[in-house]
């Protein structure tokens, strides 16, 4: 089992930043794949960003160019860096990890206002 505990969300005027953590506890040898999605209200959930345990990373093209995905070894952290923030990128962001099975964290507010 994996557990995955997202932080970071929050309010934020449209152009600005936030980053998000997403911390992995448990077994987090299994991983293979951590990722972001994001449901906005209405919508189906949508890949945002998603970063392999060897470090290749892959990005909607929403968010390219604008959102990082990152991650620290060390504490078992990863975080999505997003930059000049817009009001569609309002939603409800889930951390996900892929490996022996299938988890996700229990999300995050993220609220973008014009």
């Known amino acids: 089992q994996v557990q995955l505990v997202e932080s970071g969300g929050g309010l934020v005027q449209a152009g600005g930043s936030l980053r998000l953590s997403c911390a992995a506890a448990g077994s987090i040898f299994s991983i293979n794949t951590m990722g972001w999605y994001r449901q906005a209200p209405g919508k189906q959930r949508e890949l945002v960003a998603t970063i392999s345990s060897g470090g290749s990373t892959n990005y909607a093209d929403s968010v390219k160019g604008r959102f990082t995905i990152s991650n620290d070894n060390r504490k078992n952290t990863v975080y999505l860096q997003m930059n000049s923030l817009k009001p569609e990128d309002t939603a409800v962001y889930y951390c996900?990890?892929?490996?022996?099975?299938?988890?996700w964290g229990q999300g995050t507010q993220v609220t973008v206002s014009s």
């Open positions: 996900h990890a892929d490996g022996s099975g299938s988890y």
